[in-house]
RNA sequence: GCUCCCUUCGUCUAGUGGUCAGGACACCGGCCUCUCACGCCGGUAACAGGAGUUCGAUCCUCCUAGGGAGCGCCA
């Protein structure tokens, strides 16, 4: 039988790392067995869902190249099948009509809690007789008796007693079915060999094999991944910083690394940290998932999105990073080339809006000096080598690292100083900041002009700093 | 409250009835060096607790503690 996994998120918010992990993991079984991965969206809750976090999930899925072959399938164009389904359960004596009021209901429930029992629904309309033109609910007449075994490709074998669950409401009073049975008839129609999923929905499961049994049908193998937790243990939130996936995007993290990173995430193959999509398609499987659930680690996360960066093909980085230069308004379509840039400081960013910052000076003059690396570099020793500098770039005639890297050399040897002490006060002059890549390479994208305007500023400062000793 | 699930360095994890309990991130040293970064070398750091099984338990069993999920006319 061919493999078939599904993602089936609810459009009530945005992609988040949790959902697109369990979505990777179903997505990697999918394509690691040569099977079919399906995208459907639980949408029955017409209250809550949302046409912008529809489209939310989409882009984030697109994003992490997370393809689809199926979908996106919305379960609200499917009520009549559902009916149907319903119909058939009721007609088969496996369903019931309920017509409890609510009050009846949370009366029960108190009772139930005040005796210290699990809060459940006492099957008080099993035998009555509600005509079906009155108001009511339909229930799921379930077992009372057995067990009811999981064989959870993460779990191992999980066991529940039948006496333990109730009769659960499968069609509301509007006429919409709900999650429970939803899930049921739709895995089962689309026929989904492995349900991947998030083990929040682990104590639903026997409530959906039942359901299934009921129907004649045999229940698909389960794996239930844990929950995602943020730095601190706690459920990730909005509080632990980005939860959503475009954030990521945003944040300047690569989509490979956002990928890798999570698949790591409970999930591993000896000591290999890089994974490559071939090779998690390769190398994973769903009964390699850790039970526990793993707390998400930024620090992470940004060295391997470095080591993305670091390692990619600086025209593809060079593209990536263009929205976040023009974010600090870097037309980034002008001199010097981008992808050069990107040479220069793909070791030096974690992220590409790091790199964006730290770039910034290649393309425009920079406001202030970092106040540390002036008082340190632009002090008046410092006077005679950068006027020195300025005129032996001045004078030179190619533009180019080697030509630069030597005027360098030159300037130091010939004041008898390290190639620092010279280095270094033009490095600030030029980019403002103690930092930057190698200095023949940083003269020589930030150009002529620019250099020795900004020398020439340097000079006076350094002259500003010196009259006011003075004085 | 009831049912189910989980527990190895701060974090992600490897691991076996006998290991100096391994790797990675982070952190701390050092090297490299025009700065930063990269890279390289080294270091600190863990089997939740208690019983039992066993010649021997991180590993098997039970209990406790702690954490999580579910118990909806949400999904």
Not at 164 to 193: A, C, K
Request: proline share 5%; hydrophobic share 35%.
């Amino acid at each position: 039988m061919t493999v078939k996994t599904r993602f089936a998120p609810s459009p009530t918010g945005y992609l988040h790392v949790g959902g697109a992990r369990t979505a990777l993991f179903s997505w990697l079984h999918a394509r690691k067995h040569g099977g079919k991965f399906v995208l459907r969206i639980e949408d029955t809750d017409l209250q809550r869902s949302t046409a912008e976090s529809i489209n939310a999930i989409l882009e984030g899925m697109t994003w992490l190249g997370l393809e689809y072959d199926d979908g996106p399938l919305y379960q609200t164009h499917r009520f009549e099948r559902y009916n149907e389904i319903i119909q058939r359960l009721l007609e088969d004596g496996l369903a019931y009509r309920c017509d409890c009021s609510q009050e009846r209901l949370d009366r029960l429930r108190e009772g139930q809690m005040q005796r210290k029992e699990k809060p459940r629904y006492d099957g008080h309309c099993r035998g009555r007789k509600i005509d079906a033109g009155s108001p009511h609910v339909v229930r799921f007449c379930n077992p009372d008796t057995g067990n009811i075994i999981v064989n959870d490709l993460v779990r191992g074998k999980v066991v529940f007693h039948n006496n333990e669950l109730d009769d659960l409401v499968i069609r509301r009073t509007d006429g919409s079915p709900t999650y429970n049975l939803t899930v049921v008839v739709d895995d089962l129609d689309m026929g989904i060999t492995t349900v991947i999923r998030g083990d929040d929905h682990l104590n639903n499961t026997p409530r959906q094999i039942n359901i299934l049994q009921s129907l004649g049908q045999e229940p698909p193998e389960y794996a239930h991944v844990p929950m995602i937790l943020g730095d601190d243990g706690a459920r990730l939130s909005k509080r632990h910083g980005a939860v959503s996936v475009m954030e990521y995007r945003r944040q300047g993290i690569l989509p490979e690394a956002l990928l890798n990173y999570l698949v790591r995430l409970g999930w591993s193959h000896g000591d290999q940290e890089i994974f490559p999509i071939d090779d998690m398609i390769e190398l994973f499987d769903i009964s390699d998932v850790n039970r526990a659930a793993s707390s998400f680690n930024t620090d992470k996360l940004l060295w391997l999105n470095q080591h993305y960066i670091k390692n990619d093909d600086p025209a593809r980085i060079a593209r990536l990073l263009s929205p976040h230069m023009g974010e600090l308004g870097i037309d980034p379509s002008v001199d010097p080339p981008l992808v050069d840039v990107v040479a220069a400081q793909q070791e030096r960013a974690q992220s590409l809006v790091e790199m964006a910052q730290i770039s910034a000076f290649f393309y425009q003059d920079f406001e202030e000096y970092d106040e540390t690396a002036a008082k340190k570099h632009l002090r008046p020793v410092a006077y005679d080598p950068l006027q020195r500098m300025r005129a032996a770039l001045e004078s030179l005639d190619r533009w180019e690292p080697e030509a630069l890297h030597q005027a360098v050399v030159d300037v130091s040897g010939a004041l008898d100083l390290k190639m620092g002490k010279v280095a270094q006060p033009l490095r600030v002059a030029v980019v403002g900041r103690a930092a930057s890549p190698g200095i023949d390479v940083t003269l020589h994208l930030v150009g002529r002009e620019a250099c020795l305007r900004r020398i020439d500023r340097a000079l006076d400062f350094i002259q500003k700093r010196m009259d006011e000793s003075a004085s």
